[in-house]
């Protein structure tokens, strides 16, 4: 593989942003355009549920690189552009509107997306939090006085919690698992930060999972859960932060589908890197 090639990077999140920065800081010579579905450049998510919520910080000040970074490395960014399919017998990307880029050598940084519930309908008043499009219609709704119901005892729900709190929500927490924060941290350390959420207000439960949630325009959201009871929230906002999934789309590659996927980190931010004859990415190790 040479570095004078072209280098084709799909997804604009912390990932991709900053293999296009470790691909020039390493030598790398050929051209790198970056394809990020979003509506703005490459910005940073921890923020988004916590200061952006708050309001302590705009989506501008959670950008990794601002535009002269972009241009004095020669990195071609383009924003609100999707993909629709990888031609790998001609190496060409397909976008939504019709383009075709073509590469020598592609990374797949698409990252996770959350999980959603198989419901018969999403409510409004129902959130996903993952861009900084959904913060901002979950900073609408934190509102004094409000109730709110966060689906999923991970860092996100709790931070959201907290979040939620701090702007005069009444706020319950659902988790399914028995503690929460399973797979993160030992059990001492999320009691620890279960019991900090339940003295600021958090009213936190387990063991508890959701089944079904209705709902009306006046903002009412009824939740049945597993044990068979039925909750009432009036005027409650509901954030389902219950996990996340690789993030990627069935793309046919000529004949075939992307061979071979696995979550990895690259250079601080996690991705998805998807290894074939035709894809590239840096080694992972």
Sequence with gaps: MSSTDSMVIVGGGQCGARAAHALRENGWNG??????????????????????LLGQRTADQCTIYDKAFYRDHRIDVHVDTAVTAINREERKVVLADGAIVGYHRLLIATGAEPRRFELSGWLAGVHVLRSVTDAHAIADELRPGRRIVVIGAGFIGLEVASTAVARGCEVVVLEAAPRALMRAVPEVVADCLVERHRSMGVDVRFSVRITRMTGDTRGRHDHSLRRGCRRHWRHATCGACAG????????????QHVAHQRSSHLRGGRCLLIFSSALWAPDPS
């Design 31 to 52: 051209a790198i355009t970056l394809l990020g579905n979003e509506a703005m450049l490459p910005y940073e998510r921890p923020p988004l549920s916590k200061a952006v």
């Design 244 to 255: 996340r999934r690789p993030r990627y789309r069935e793309w046919h590659c000529g004949r």
